[in-house]
């Protein structure tokens, strides 16, 4: 089992980060924080794991870090949405280094928040705007055609600009609003960095599904990339599907992209 | 607390007061059982004593009336059968050895009643209390299923119920971090008011994980911990205002409990770290009868006593009496049974999760379950009277008068069998009866549920059966299907549960998984009528019966009676949940054809008689008559064996079981499932089978399996079935160019036509959510 476990205990049946490839990515270290409620904190695990990298658990109640090189804060039902989607764990010991360490003026953390973490990401006002529920008020679980507007930030750069992937969403508080200034100068300044293809699944604002911090360090989306990581576990799995069998890995190129990017720099 | 809040009804005052009237028949008990009670006592039960036993008693925790029947499910089986099963029926959920050090567990239960009194609570606390008994053995769960009966669609009170129970199932298990990965839907004018919530939940484990249910070692520690003690779910509530003094305490709760999914997250997480470093030596979820069933049925399992003070019992409504502590049924509850040793770690585990815990008591060396309120004993009772010896009732039943007639009343030659399509009528006819609600897809339900957290989802619905990746290195998983049919069942019960039992099977063998062990939950109407009775006695024969052909044991399940309104009882509906092993999950087949499978022959496997009795085009014309489709389970075993080899060695890319709507609905949905058409000319396999097209595209007759056999593997493919002697023919091609279902010399459906009416029906019932 990989030393990095040892940050705390996650209660598992299983393992769900055996020791990664010995290779240059293998030694970055990607911290995942789990909050009581977080959901998808194993997944954001193993989607480290397999795009190479070292997944380091982190707990919600420790203020530190323990070296890791990108964070994640993973989706899920923190304190069970309770308040307000992500305004709990937005106050979270571990979230006051991840807020510091993303606004440092050298080497700021790269931070991906992925649906209840792009929720807490707002909150903390790392990112702008915030989440309201979806406009037809319910929980919805579909595969969703994205395009990757922005390549020039830390998660995405292994994509093509204008480049469409296919990855779950799934929530019920998924609409993004902004005002009309916040959602101007997210345009102008290119940090929309995922967009709702074909269909606007909630409502969102300018059809955004993700976007980044001015610097392209932080970056939240609402579909879950860390769910298409894996032929036969990701969209081409269920539904009435319109992806082909083969398919259902587009995701996995956001984890490779910090992981590259942090090697590369 | 210095102020006496009721009159205590200790055991010492019992014992003085043999003559006080108690509410018994209020809280349930007959006077048969009532008299028992003072037998096994020697004396009148206190109080806290008769809400005890009048809910350990009750139908729903004793099944006295069915347990006589159910005894089968032990007896109908093999040592072979057992080989793999390491925990049978009577724990909280039963345990199956699927190899590589792995174990996992299932089983399904209703939650029927609630879900009509307050459709969200009711559904949500079903996938909570379920998703408890997982968590009891040691497992972490990792997917639920949910079939859904409803009343009509169009029936003012559907609109009220199904949303209710859709937005209470998705947000009690999409909160949990639980995939649903499948279960049913059926609309019927029988489940008017008594609508069908059951859920099945399934968990993992390493094979040293397994904990059951037992409280052992005198001196260990009586734990309860979770959500605090509130008075919610409490049914007998008002009756045991006899017990207070006090006229402004809340009178009236609700006796639907309410769910707290966070909280229950948090207890998954806590319990499995408290399983992960041997912190408890037994445990118990706490549902139906609270802490009445948790403490006697853990003292009854376990070898000495136990001794517990209910003062300590941490409430979140501080009026509640003794009896209403023991009976509430609130959510998210656990008990444990803890050594001293152990109880610092176990204190530290739930202040790192922030879980309110009290130690209520011990475990003795007395055989007794005590029980005391500010030092004085109000129970003293043998636990195992309270938990396992609870009446037996041998009801009567006897087939009912009607059956004859019901069976006398074939679809063929009925006024419903008025126009049998062809030709291009055939096409509108098959697009309309897609649409229909029973044939309809259910994406607009299932899009509600997160069906891909924890990442090991390879299929869910609409596929034959979920499929859950269990070991990531090996690949090995398990397969989960839920089938019911219940008005074959109703046409003859011993058949139609037969006949559900082989659909659950085939659903499962048809992704390639091997089946190896059934949960079932039987839904049926009150067992004080000898029709109803009959019906149970023999879908539970069959199910019995069916297990032991097929050599598939029965590791656990519920029962759930009285389910009927105004005297008219529900179609008997026993539901089947089967769970298969796949070595490799990643080899797991969908029911459709993908793009890349352009060309590849469709065939037929099993033959097609005239059995539209029972069938849904039958519903959809409006009949319910005849006798069901013969069940043959050795052909089924020998296809569900074929299926899996096909599926291990390549031979099949895509297989969907031939089953509701017949061959029609099964060329349908394999078309829609990528989205990609297939030619069929059907006239040689009629012929052969001596049947005319319309029969053959609706008839119902089982074990029929429509596979896409890539071209390179055709000969493979046929000798195999050859070999075998299972009848297959070919049926057709996929074109992945057409975009429709063309029926050679009938009808070309188009398959966005298809689509649109298939997907549109919920919405327009229950409003649109995001396209699919």
């Known amino acids: 089992m990989a030393e990095s476990l040892a940050a705390h205990e996650v209660p598992l049946v299983g393992d769900f980060s055996q020791d990664t490839p010995d290779n240059a990515l293998a030694g970055v270290r990607v911290g995942v924080i789990t909050f009581p409620g977080t959901l998808d904190d194993r997944d954001a695990s193993r989607a480290v794991r397999l795009a190479g990298g070292t997944p380091v658990p982190l707990w919600h109640d420790e203020a530190n870090l323990h070296d890791v090189d990108a964070v994640i804060v993973p989706g899920g039902f923190s304190y069970g949405d309770y308040l307000r989607a992500g305004a709990i764990a937005a106050k979270a010991a571990v979230m006051s280094k991840v807020v510091e360490a993303a606004q440092a003026s050298e080497n700021p953390l790269p931070v991906l928040g992925i649906c209840n973490g792009f929720q807490i990401l707002t909150e903390t006002h790392l990112l702008p705007g915030s989440m309201i529920k979806n406009d037809h008020r319910k929980f919805i679980c579909r595969d969703q055609t994205l395009r990757i507007e922005n390549n020039q930030t830390f998660w995405t750069s292994d994509f093509e600009a204008g480049q469409d992937i296919v990855v779950p969403l799934k929530n019920q508080d998924g609409q993004y609003v902004a005002d009309a200034k916040t959602l101007e100068v997210l345009e102008a300044e290119n940090r929309v960095v995922f967009r709702y293809v074909d269909v606007n699944p909630n409502g969102s604002r300018n059809d955004i599904a993700g976007i980044s911090n001015e610097r392209g360090n932080v970056v939240g989306l609402m579909p879950h990339p860390e769910h298409a990581v894996e032929p036969c576990f990701g969209p081409s799995s269920s539904g009435f599907g319109t992806v082909g069998l083969r398919g259902g890995a587009d995701g996995l190129g956001v984890f490779t992209s910090v992981l590259n990017k942090l090697v590369g720099a | 607390m210095s102020e006496k809040k009721f009159n205590l009804d200790t055991v010492e005052h019992a014992a003085a007061t043999p003559d006080t009237e108690l509410p018994w028949a209020e809280l349930g008990l007959k006077e048969n059982e009532f008299e028992d009670v003072k037998k096994i006592l020697g004396r009148r039960p206190t109080a806290a004593e008769l809400a005890m036993y009048s809910v350990m008693w009750s139908e729903h925790c004793s099944y006295k009336s069915s347990k006589v029947h159910l005894k089968q499910f032990g007896a109908k089986v093999t040592d072979e059968m057992k080989k793999d099963l390491m925990v049978g029926i009577g724990e909280n959920a039963g345990v199956t050895n699927i190899g590589n050090g792995w174990a996992v567990t299932f089983k399904i239960e209703s939650h029927n009643h609630p879900s009509y009194v307050e459709p969200y609570q009711g559904a949500a606390t079903g996938v909570g209390g379920i998703v408890r008994d997982i968590i009891s053995m040691g497992a972490r769960p990792v997917a639920v299923m949910d079939p859904l009966r409803f009343g009509a669609i169009d029936h003012p009170d559907t609109a009220r119920v199904l949303p209710g129970v859709v937005s209470g199932v998705g947000g009690y298990g999409n909160s949990l971090g639980l995939p649903n990965i499948g279960g049913e839907v059926e609309f019927d004018e029988c489940y008017q008011a008594n609508p069908l919530v059951n859920a099945l939940a399934v968990g993992i484990m390493r094979h040293e994980d397994i904990r059951t249910a037992n409280a052992s070692g005198t001196g260990n520690k009586v734990i309860l911990f979770g959500a605090r003690t509130g008075g919610d779910g409490i049914g007998g509530a008002s009756v045991l205002a006899s017990e207070s003094f006090d006229d402004t305490k809340p009178s009236k709760r609700p006796a639907v409990q309410v769910g707290d999914p966070f909280a229950e997250k948090v207890l998954i997480e806590c319990c499995l770290e408290l399983f992960k470093g041997s912190v408890v030596e037994g445990i118990q979820d706490l549902g139906a009868a609270g802490i009445s069933c948790a403490t006697s049925e853990l003292a009854s399992n376990g070898d000495g006593g136990m001794h517990v003070d209910l003062t300590k019992v941490l409430l979140r409504d501080p009026t509640l009496t003794p009896g209403e502590i023991l009976m509430s049924e609130s959510q998210e509850r656990m008990m444990a049974v803890v050594t001293p040793a152990n109880l610092n770690r176990f204190e530290e585990i739930m202040e790192k999760w922030d879980v309110e815990y009290s130690v209520l008591g011990e475990v003795t060396g007395s055989g007794r379950l005590t029980i005391e309120w500010e030092g004085e004993i109000i129970v003293d009772v043998d636990p195992k009277t309270v938990a396992h010896d609870g009446p037996t009732y041998e009801r009567p039943y006897a087939r009912p008068a009607w059956q004859d007639e019901l069976q006398a009343d074939k679809f063929i030659g009925s006024s419903a069998d008025d126009a049998r399509p062809t030709g291009a009528e055939l096409g509108e006819a098959i697009k309309a009866f897609m649409a229909a609600p029973n044939m309809c897809s259910k994406s607009w339900i299932t899009n509600q549920y997160d069906r891909y957290v924890q990442g090991n989802t390879a299929l869910s619905m609409p596929d034959d059966s979920g499929v859950i990746r269990v070991d990531e290195e090996t690949g090995l998983g398990v397969a989960l299907a839920t089938d019911s049919n219940p008005r074959f069942t109703r046409l003859d019960p011993y058949e139609g549960a037969k006949a559900s039992l082989a659909e659950a099977y085939r659903n499962v063998a048809t992704v390639g998984a091997r089946p190896v062990a059934v949960s079932d939950c039987l839904n049926f109407g009150s067992p004080e009528d000898p029709d109803v009775m009959w019906q149970f006695a023999e879908a539970v024969r069959g199910i019995a019966d069916g297990c032991m052909e097929l050599g598939v044991p029965v590791t656990g399940g519920n029962v759930s009676l009285y389910n009927q309104t105004g005297g008219k009882a529900i179609n008997p509906t026993p539901v089947v949940a089967m769970m298969g092993v796949m070595d490799d999950v990643t080899r ?170 298939h997907e549109g029906t919920l919405a327009r019932h229950f409003g649109e959510v995001a396209p699919s």
């Open chain 2, 588 to 757: 797991r087949t969908p029911s459709g054809w993908a793009p890349e499978h352009d060309g590849q022959a469709l065939y037929l496997l099993g033959t097609t008689g005239d059995e539209l009795d029972g069938s849904e085009w039958a519903r959809y014309k409006g009949h319910l008559g005849g006798l069901p489709p013969k069940v043959d389970l050795a052909a089924e075993k020998l296809l569900g064996d074929m299926l899996v080899n096909m599926s291990r060695d390549g031979m099949i890319d895509a297989a969907h079981d031939v089953s509701a709507g017949g061959l029609a609905a099964a060329l349908v949905e394999g078309c829609l499932r990528f989205g990609v058409g297939a030619r069929v000319g059907l006239g040689e396999v009629a012929e052969r089978d001596g049947v005319d097209t319309f029969t053959l595209l609706f008839s119902e007759s089982l074990g029929r399996v429509v596979v896409s056999v890539p071209r390179s593997e055709e000969v493979r493919f046929k000798d195999m079935c050859t070999a075998r002697n299972y009848p297959f023919a070919r049926i057709g091609v996929v074109d992945a160019e057409s975009n429709a279902l063309a029926i050679q010399g009938e009808a070309d459906i188009d398959l966005d036509e298809l689509r649109e009416a």
